[in-house]
């Protein structure tokens, strides 16, 4: 390496170490969804109208029938088995199902449904498979 390469290199070095720092502040900074732990997933019990339908160790699963918002809460507990997981609403006229949503990553998701959908169905896309069926009790 001559002079001039190496007087370069060190100053690319220099430029490097200094920035490195302010891109991964800046970085961290730039994130606008709050991380999500454990101790942020609080379920609470089912209250009011609202009813639990489902409960393993990866998701619970209430129904809040009130009013014209039929809603389903599906709360991920921990990373499911499939990174391209979708929820379905399956009914009687609707076999194949309509599509509610996209499950990727733990946290609370609500969808709004119809009392037609008798089951929901959360399906993985890429290997085709179902990976749970929900049975959904209208009162």
């Keep these: 390496m001559t002079y001039g390469l190496r007087k370069a290199h060190k100053l690319i070095w220099l430029l490097l170490i200094a920035t490195a720092p302010l891109g991964i502040l800046f970085a961290t900074l730039g994130i606008k969804e709050p991380v999500l732990t454990d101790s942020n997933l609080k379920i609470s019990s089912a209250s009011g109208d609202r009813h639990l339908i489902f409960e393993n160790e990866a998701l619970t699963t209430f129904l809040d029938p009130t009013g014209d918002f039929n809603g389903i809460q599906?709360?991920?507990?921990?990373p499911l088995p499939s990174p391209a997981a979708i929820a379905y609403g399956v009914s009687l006229a609707k076999p194949k199902g309509q599509f509610?949503?996209?499950?990727?990553?733990?946290?609370?998701?609500?969808f709004k449904v119809d009392k037609s959908i008798n089951e929901i169905k959360i399906y993985d896309e890429?290997?085709?498979?179902t990976l749970f069926n929900i049975e959904i009790l209208w009162d």
């Design 126 to 129: 890429i290997k085709e498979e």
């Design 74 to 78: 599906i709360f991920v507990k921990q």
């Design 100 to 110: 509610l949503g996209v499950l990727d990553k733990k946290g609370v998701y609500n």
